[in-house]
């Protein structure tokens, strides 16, 4: 089975703070994502990423960005977090073009 | 993109009740199709998908027909069970990414 992994479930961190959300998949997928999820709004996309090193920007990729330097690794990276980044992050990957994303579990950002 | 809508929720069903969700979708072009369900706490799990028009996907007893000509993949489920209450996510997958709509909400009583 696919597994990907997020690095925290939950994190509390302060705003201005500079914020690394991390993953990590183990089955040498070519394309990774980042997602955010609030209730009513489902889930939306602020960053993709289709090999290392590449990324492409998503819906809101506004107060984000990313980092991709192994294929199995990808980084989200808030500058200076804010109160309206308090999320829940979901990130996936996918073996390559249009196949299925596997998620984690998720992350749970409260930002104070 | 690709935009999705979905019958809004929260659904509340008592057990071995018919559950149907409705999902319509604009897109270029002919996406994938898929729902994915979010069980309390975890992360997003593929429940079916459907690559082409008038496919069927199947997966614990659910069912959605991908219908191109009303862009729609409703999803079905004959008897529901309490192990079924989670939030139900459909989505069209092109471009390498998917679209998600809001999300509905199931609740199952016993």
């Given at each position: 089975?696919?597994?990907?992994?997020?690095?925290?479930?939950?994190?509390?961190?302060?705003?201005?703070?500079?914020?690394?959300?991390?993953?990590?998949?183990?089955?040498?997928?070519?394309?990774?994502?980042?997602?955010?999820?609030d209730?009513?709004?489902?889930?939306?996309?602020?960053?993709?990423?289709?090999?290392?090193?590449?990324?492409?920007?998503?819906?809101?990729?506004?107060?984000?960005?990313?980092?991709?330097?192994?294929?199995?690794?990808f980084?989200?990276?808030?500058?200076?977090?804010?109160?309206?980044?308090?999320?829940?992050?979901?990130?996936?990957?996918?073996?390559?073009?249009?196949?299925?994303?596997?998620?984690?579990?998720?992350?749970?950002?409260?930002?104070t | 993109?690709?935009?999705?809508?979905?019958?809004?929720g929260?659904?509340?069903?008592?057990?071995?009740?018919?559950?149907?969700?409705?999902?319509?979708?604009?897109?270029?072009g002919?996406?994938?199709?898929?729902?994915?369900?979010?069980?309390?706490?975890?992360?997003?799990?593929?429940?079916?998908?459907?690559?082409?028009?008038?496919?069927?996907?199947s997966?614990?007893?659910?069912?959605?027909?991908?219908?191109?000509?009303?862009?729609?993949?409703?999803?079905?489920?004959?008897?529901?069970?309490?192990?079924?209450?989670?939030?139900?996510?459909?989505?069209?997958?092109?471009?390498?990414?998917?679209?998600?709509?809001?999300?509905?909400?199931?609740?199952?009583?016993?």
């Open positions: 089975d696919v597994k990907v992994t997020q690095s925290s479930r939950y994190l509390v961190k302060r705003t201005g703070e500079k914020v690394f959300l991390e993953c990590v998949q183990d089955m040498d997928h070519e394309n990774m994502f980042w997602y955010r999820q209730p009513g709004l489902g889930l939306r996309l602020i960053y993709f990423s289709y090999d290392v090193k590449m990324k492409e920007k998503g819906d809101i990729p506004e107060g984000y960005s990313v980092s991709r330097e192994k294929k199995e690794r980084s989200l990276i808030l500058e200076s977090a804010s109160t309206n980044q308090t999320s829940m992050y979901l990130c996936a990957s996918s073996f390559v073009g249009n196949s299925p994303l596997h998620f984690g579990n998720g992350t749970r950002l409260t930002v | 993109g690709d935009s999705v809508t979905q019958m809004e929260p659904v509340t069903l008592s057990e071995e009740a018919f559950l149907t969700i409705n999902c319509t979708y604009t897109a270029t002919y996406p994938s199709l898929f729902w994915y369900v979010q069980y309390p706490g975890e992360g997003l799990q593929l429940l079916l998908k459907a690559t082409k028009a008038d496919d069927k996907g997966n614990k007893g659910f069912e959605a027909t991908y219908r191109k000509e009303t862009t729609s993949f409703h999803l079905e489920k004959g008897s529901v069970q309490v192990s079924d209450s989670a939030v139900y996510f459909c989505a069209p997958l092109s471009d390498y990414k998917l679209s998600f709509g809001a999300g509905t909400t199931v609740t199952v009583r016993a």
